[in-house]
């Protein structure tokens, strides 16, 4: 099996590159939906972020009330610090048991891990990983998209660019990086290089 960590900061193109391995068929574990995941109601996760961050945090319903952790964790590092230090092992945790059982059911398979915040994840993280890839994309390209794709503001996704680790942090772990800032099709053409590539192994 190859474990392939795909990273990159909001708005890189990540999240496409992820998709197109997919396509090639590889199976991909999207660290964001793990993440959802850990902290379901009734779980230890969000049990531990109610406690830390207090009942203003819980929906009526019972699950995360995202705008409000949100808004206390973008404006606030130390804060954000304390609810990766909650999530992050438990998404970790997560993400090695579905490695695990991807692993048992196809030894020669692709697995892909679609995580957002490599960069951020305490130790070496990255070193757990064959091949680490990174997707990148100029800040200005970034905020554009965000402004123009998901209706931020260009100060709110300003921000939460900054709330991310630099991108010469995350291309320092990179063996391998994909350049993004270009049209879709040639995020496309690299990504089935790269898929050429692992096949290739």
Same mark, same amino acid.
């Given at each position: 099996?190859?474990?392939?960590?795909v990273?990159?900061?909001?708005?890189?193109?990540?999240?496409?590159?992820?998709?197109?391995?997919?396509?090639?068929?590889?199976?991909?574990i999207d660290?964001?939906v793990?993440?959802r995941?850990?902290?379901?109601?009734?779980?230890?996760?969000?049990?531990?972020?109610?406690?830390?961050?207090g009942?203003?945090v819980?929906?009526?319903?019972?699950?995360?009330?995202?705008p409000?952790?949100?808004?206390?964790?973008?404006?606030?590092?130390?804060?954000?610090?304390?609810?990766?230090?909650?999530?992050?092992?438990?998404?970790?945790a997560?993400?090695?048991?579905?490695?695990?059982?991807?692993?048992?059911?196809d030894?020669?398979?692709?697995?892909?891990? =679609?995580?957002?915040? &490599? !960069?951020?994840?305490?130790? /070496?993280?990255?070193? @757990?990983? $064959?091949?680490?890839?990174?997707?990148?994309?100029d800040?200005?390209?970034?905020?554009?998209?965000m402004?123009?794709?998901?209706?931020?503001?260009?100060?709110?996704?300003?921000?939460?660019?900054?709330a991310?680790?630099?991108?010469? =942090?995350r291309?320092? &772990? !990179?063996?391998?990086?994909? /350049?993004?800032?270009? @049209?879709? $099709?040639?995020?496309?053409?690299?990504?089935?290089?790269?898929?050429?590539?692992?096949?290739?192994?």
């Amino acid at each position: 099996m190859r474990l392939v960590a795909v990273t990159g900061g909001i708005a890189s193109g990540k999240s496409t590159v992820g998709k197109r391995l997919a396509e090639l068929g590889a199976i991909v574990i999207d660290a964001d939906v793990l993440a959802r995941e850990v902290v379901e109601p009734g779980t230890a996760g969000l049990a531990a972020i109610e406690q830390a961050f207090g009942a203003s945090v819980i929906s009526a319903d019972g699950t995360l009330n995202r705008p409000a952790l949100g808004a206390i964790i973008f404006a606030d590092a130390d804060k954000r610090e304390q609810l990766n230090a909650i999530t992050h092992p438990a998404i970790w945790a997560r993400a090695r048991e579905l490695f695990d059982a991807a692993a048992a059911e196809d030894p020669d398979a692709v697995l892909v891990y =679609d995580v957002p915040l &490599l !960069a951020e994840a305490k130790g /070496d993280r990255h070193k @757990s990983f $064959d091949l680490v890839v990174v997707v990148d994309a100029d800040i200005q390209t970034r905020v554009d998209r965000m402004v123009e794709l998901r209706g931020m503001s260009r100060a709110e996704a300003e921000g939460r660019l900054r709330a991310q680790a630099s991108d010469a =942090d995350r291309l320092k &772990l !990179a063996d391998l990086v994909i /350049d993004a800032n270009g @049209s879709l $099709d040639h995020t496309l053409e690299q990504t089935d290089a790269l898929w050429r590539e692992l096949r290739a192994h």
